[in-house]
């Protein structure tokens, strides 16, 4: 990361790995943890256009000096937000989650299941950061990193879909997982402007409405499992 800090010596240094680990939002510099998130609740709101770096670092209680400090310009900290709030998002949609076993009835829509609660759950806690990610458009000013760091959170889904897909047939898997994924965004999105209430149920019950796009290709695929043990 192109982060220009100074760490110092001495017992300061020694007395740090004593401090336990916190949860939630990676352990940085305290200064740059809060522009982070300064900074993701800004461009969450007005977009990267709508943001100006000295209210960035007002909202971070810093100076501005102190902000060039860590980012040299605004191009660098959006990316810097956003690989920060990509890697959340991709942790708590794909750590510890097993492919389905293709030859399982109701493998496939048990996985489906938990990759929606997965990211309900997501939402629902880091609100403003599922705003930023997923309802507005990246394109203009993400690098690199920035991309792989998408792909690498869409791949392992894209996987799953693929296999179903080579085995079945059907819609192609891009066109599907668009649907799906912009099936949610459209959820939460309604339910923010207050079209509709997404409580407990009506996440379940869309789940299951989402669910029903790819579930001729899963019907496919027992069909197929069943025929070749035949």
Same mark, same amino acid.
């Given at each position: ?47 990267? *256009? ?18 060039? *400090?860590?980012?040299?310009?605004? *191009? ?23 492919? #389905?076993?293709?030859?399982? #009835?109701?493998? %496939? +829509? ?22 930023? !990610?997923?309802?507005?458009? *990246?394109?203009?000013? !993400? ?12 791949? #392992? ?9 080579? +085995?079945?047939?059907?819609? +192609? %898997? ?34 299951? %409405? ?21």
């Amino acid at each position: 990361m192109n982060v220009r800090s100074k760490r110092g010596g001495g017992s300061g240094s020694r007395n740090r790995a004593h401090v336990p680990k916190r949860r939630g939002r990676p352990v940085v510099d305290d200064k740059r943890r809060k522009l982070l998130d300064a900074a993701l609740k800004i461009f969450a709101e007005r977009g990267y *256009h709508g943001t100006a770096v000295p209210e960035v670092a007002e909202a971070a209680g810093v100076g501005t000096g102190t902000l060039y *400090h860590y980012f040299e310009h605004k *191009h660098q900290l959006v990316n810097e937000v956003y690989r920060d709030a990509k890697l959340r998002l991709r942790g708590a949609l794909l750590d510890g989650l097993v492919e #389905p076993d293709l030859d399982k #009835p109701d493998a %496939v +829509r048990a996985w489906f299941d938990e990759v929606w609660r997965r990211l309900a759950a997501y939402a629902r806690r880091e609100p403003d950061t599922f705003r930023f !990610l997923e309802m507005q458009d *990246h394109v203009e000013y !993400l690098d690199i990193e920035s991309r792989q760091i998408e792909l690498s959170t869409l791949a #392992p889904l894209f996987l799953v879909g693929k296999k179903v897909h080579d +085995r079945t047939s059907g819609p +192609r %898997v891009d066109i599907v997982i668009a649907l799906m994924w912009g099936a949610f965004v459209g959820l939460v999105k309604a339910s923010r402007l207050g079209y509709l209430r997404l409580d407990d149920y009506s996440l379940v019950a869309a789940g299951g %409405v989402a669910w029903r796009m790819f579930e001729p290709e899963a019907n496919r695929l027992l069909t197929t499992g069943r025929k070749k043990k035949n």
